[in-house]
């Protein structure tokens, strides 16, 4: 079964780190790219990251760029998001989300259910 | 990164049809894609490339696209449906990253 599960969410203080990471299962994880998406409190999906399956670049939104870092092991089926100088405006629910099979881009078909970061003093 | 405009809400009666619509510039060339998004739930791909259903999605979804504009359409919309609705689609030069609109709720009434 195809499988997503984020952890590594909480609460920190701003200006400080935190590393979440996203664990597959039920399927070949090297062979598709990767997407990190947050849902801030009342607000809509928003991308931050996209990792390419085997990791040589990664993509970041304008708000995130300089500060958050993605990579992946393939060998441990493992997605990380390293967050560094995190904001208030970090606080959201994140998201990892699986490339769909297909020759170019099919959509995000599989998503784990969240970790929820909260940013806060 | 370029913006995808949807409308806020759409209101729907049982058993009606609900379109939403998502409007950017790249859609013109640029495939659409439609995600269902439940409070405290993961979103859930219901179409992709523009038309296409994922295997386990309803029927009564559906996807169309003309000229900048792609419709997400809910025929026989029924109270599970009441959701927020999201459009994604990749700029205009078709690379990364793939942005998501500002998303839609549907209200079953």
């Known amino acids: 079964q195809v499988h997503l599960a984020e952890s590594g969410g909480g609460v920190v203080q701003p200006g400080r780190s935190l590393r979440l990471s996203c664990a597959a299962s039920g399927f070949k994880f090297r062979s598709y790219g990767m997407y990190w998406v947050r849902q801030a409190p009342g607000k809509g999906l928003d991308w931050v990251a996209v990792?390419?399956?085997?990791?040589?670049?990664?993509y970041y939104a304008e708000s995130v760029k300089g500060r958050f870092t993605v990579s992946r092991d393939n060998s441990k089926n493992t997605l990380y998001l390293q967050m560094n100088n995190l904001s208030a405006e970090d606080t959201a629910v994140y998201y990892c989300?699986?490339?769909?099979?297909?020759?170019?881009?099919?959509?995000?078909?599989?998503w784990g259910q969240g970790t929820t970061v909260t940013v806060s003093s | 990164s370029y913006e995808l405009t949807q409308p806020p809400s759409v209101s729907v009666s049982p058993g009606q049809t609900a379109r939403i619509t998502c409007s950017g510039d790249a859609l013109a060339t640029r495939h659409g894609y439609w995600y269902q998004k439940r409070p405290g739930q993961a979103p859930i791909l219901l179409i992709y490339k523009d038309t296409e259903r994922p295997s386990g999605i309803p029927e009564r979804f559906s996807g169309s696209s003309s000229g900048a504009t792609v419709t997400l359409t809910i025929s026989g919309v029924q109270a599970e449906d009441e959701a927020d609705y999201y459009c994604q689609s990749p700029d205009i030069s078709g690379a990364y990253p793939h942005v998501f609109g500002t998303g839609t709720k549907v209200n079953v009434l």
């Open positions: 989300a699986k490339e769909a099979p297909g020759d170019d881009y099919s959509g995000l078909d599989v």
């Open positions: 990792i390419l399956y085997d990791g040589s670049k990664g």
